[in-house]
């Protein structure tokens, strides 16, 4: 990164005349302080962006010179299925690593034939519940503002209270590349110059400490780890490209367990349309597998539950599940 202060070259025909260097200008303008924007991607999304061996990632980076981080496979938004890409630096670094990575997805979605369309694509910016005001405006004056002059689509979801200790609200943005560009610009700089936002941007991936409300107001901790810490085996990729794997915590090693539950109870268990099952995979991080029907555990009719993560992400989702069979078993017997 280039000094703040200002280089002097003396001239060769002169030197014994060199005059001071001038004093470095004090940076005046957001686009000098740091700062960082999340949103969330697909897991396939995020294959594209990291690329062969981190190749794309890389040269993204290089080209922006901003810092780029992505959660860890299975590692999610609470309520989605998506991963989190975190994006750091100087705001025109910021932003123009953002649109590196929106344009590399747009170019992977297929046309239709006969279809000659700008491609299109939802941005979902991940937005501290506490500097949301500074973007809304009194009586949405400020929203209503960008909208007007970005041409985009902007629509602020309200916080998720399923989830106890979430503290993040999700700023969908819609339109072409460059009305989303221009939308986020705007947020972006205006969230710059919020304390509140400053004062999170070290603690990117907070969500270990989120609690999912599930049956009769019991919560249960949502354990997807603090994606940016050396513990959880996160992949960090510096500006120069060199990416860091930091060593796995034995907690962090996957292992799959298989539970038996009642076959009458899967119904429960899955939910309708698979929400209950989706919810208990998404909320502990473990992926879960049922068996077939008439596929029993051994010597009984319990329904095979297989679940893969690791030791903590099981516990959760082994937690859930039981607490949904157990509430239904408690209203039976009443």
Known sequence: MESTESSYVSSPEQPQKRSPPPPASPPSDSEEKPTYTRFLVSNAAAGSVIGKGGATITDFQSQSGARIQ????????PGTSDRII?????????????????AKLLSE??????????????????????????????????IKSFIEESHAGIKISPLDTKFFGLTDRLVTVT??????????????????????????????????GVFFSGFDGI???????????????????????????????????????????????IGLVVGRGGRNIMEISQTSGARLKI????????????????????QRAIRAAEDMIMQKVSYASERETD
């Open 86 to 102: 975190m994006v750091s630096g100087g705001i025109d670094d910021v932003l123009k690593a953002v649109e590196l990575i929106i």
């Open 70 to 77: 992505l959660s860890r496979n299975y590692e999610f938004f």
């Open 291 to 310: 068996s077939d029907r008439g596929d029993f555990m051994s010597g009984t009719t319990d329904r095979k539950i297989t679940i893969t993560g690791s």
């Open 219 to 265: 919560q249960y901790a949502c354990v997807l780890p603090y994606l940016a810490t050396a513990a959880y085996n996160s992949m960090n990729h510096g500006p120069n490209g060199a990416a860091v794997k930091f060593q796995h915590n034995k907690d962090d090693i996957t292992n799959s367990v298989t539970i038996g539950v009642a076959d009458e109870h």
């Open 175 to 208: 339109g072409t590349l460059e009305e989303q560009m221009h939308a986020i610009d705007l947020i972006l700089s205006k969230l710059t110059d919020d304390p509140h936002y400053s004062q999170t941007m070290h603690a990117p991936f907070s969500y270990a």
């Open 109 to 142: 979605i297929p046309a239709e034939d006969g279809d000659e369309a700008e491609p299109r694509m939802r941005v979902r910016l991940v937005v501290p519940n506490s500097a949301c005001g500074s973007i809304i405006g009194k009586g949405g004056s400020i």
